[in-house]
């Protein structure tokens, strides 16, 4: 067999192997999304953290019982410095999302409307904004939605990372966690919330003496 007749077999053959080399960067990249942005699901991880869940997804833990919420502080996405545990003595409603995330989106309505509700109550939402990689996109987010409470910017994860293992599934985007006068974590959802499975997370804490 010539060069010449040689060199279409072995173009052919280089382009089989992109073509190949593409389809499973394109799947890897596609599995990477799905798990970082779902419905969630019901598992924090592992660990014991006395979570009992219910048939609706929300997990609850009884008083006594809880654990207490990590050191959550930073750089908000306004550029503004804030500690959650300034809030110590309220009740607080820290809600994982992203501006990339579409049930980030369905749900971002509920939490704005929730928040003007309970606001002057004793009730304070956080966000903390994941993975996107600028501000930009998340200010234009809660623009879009009416959020008006504050979202600490975390990009790379880090602050999720700080939560005790089998409290909060960094993969479960969004999540949410209310947290107790005290700072102990009372109930979670690994999924994106109606406005009626929001309020059943926070009315008994907001309840709680």
């Known amino acids: 067999m010539s060069a010449a007749s040689r060199a279409p077999l072995g173009s052919n053959r280089a382009r089989r192997v992109r073509r190949n080399a593409a389809l499973t960067a394109g799947l890897a990249a596609t599995a990477l999304l799905v798990t970082a942005c779902g419905s969630g699901g019901t598992s924090g991880g592992g660990g014991n953290t006395n979570f009992v869940t219910g048939t ?75 993975r996107d990689t600028s501000t930009g996109a998340a200010l234009a987010f809660e623009k879009d939605w009416g959020i008006t409470y504050p979202s600490l910017y975390d990009p790379t994860g880090k602050l999720l990372l700080r939560f005790k293992k089998g409290t909060l599934n960094p993969q479960a985007i969004p999540s949410t966690l209310v947290l107790d006068r005290d700072g102990g974590i009372a109930a979670r959802s690994l999924s994106a919330l109606s406005e009626e499975r929001l309020l059943k997370m926070l009315k008994p804490v907001v309840a709680e003496k």
Not at 77 to 85: E, P, Q, R, S, Y
Request: glycine share 12%; with cysteine; hydrophobic share 40%.
């Open 56 to 130: 609706d997804g929300i997990a609850t833990v009884a008083r006594g019982e809880r654990a207490q919420a990590p050191e959550l502080s930073g750089k908000t996405i306004a550029g503004k410095t804030l500690d959650v545990a300034d809030y110590k003595g309220k009740v607080v409603v820290l809600n994982v999302w992203g501006s990339w995330c579409n049930p980030c989106r369905a749900e971002a309505k509920n939490f704005a409307k929730v928040s003007k509700a309970y606001s002057g109550k004793g009730v304070q939402f956080v966000g903390i904004n994941t």
